[in-house]
């Protein structure tokens, strides 16, 4: 971050989204875990005080959750890194991040996020009947469950990147192993005339 001395978090004059970016930094710092319950007793009076946090992601700011990281508890998420300094004047208006979405001709996931009841009902009619029944029961148990490829993934990423370099080669010499020789068979090889 800049050597600009950072504004008070608890300042409830400026946007819940810059408080947040500066509680993360004072409270939490990078690298540091806390519990959705925290960030809501922190900000008590506002209301999805979660989705001010998560659109600092289109500001560069990484937050992991426990599928980003398996290593997190269901409630927990890690502040990562700081992104843009959201609180310093002309930062927010740039939407550098955004732009640079944009101008690839791609959409941010939180961009994505239907507030729209008639965008989210869209995307729901344009699913085969298997994934709106898939979906439904995510409804039904209040969350999605990770698949164990994702598990794999959530563990792979855990791991620092010396480690990653041996799964990784590991991982290759596995799949490797799997894949059929072709191995001519009499009637099926190359025929020469």
Known sequence: MADVPRPDWTN???SSMVRVALWLLAEVGEGGVFAKEQLRAAFPDIAQIDRRMRDLRDYGWQIHTNRDDVSLQMTEQRFVRAGEAIWEPGVRRSGRVRERFHSMGME?????QASDPEAAWERMKKLSPSERSLVLA???MGQRPSSPAELAWRAYRSLPMEKRQEITAKLGELVASEIPEETPTPGNGPTTP
């Open 138 to 140: 995510w409804i039904a």
């Open 108 to 112: 941010s996931a939180y961009t994505l």
């Open 12 to 14: 409830k004059s400026m």
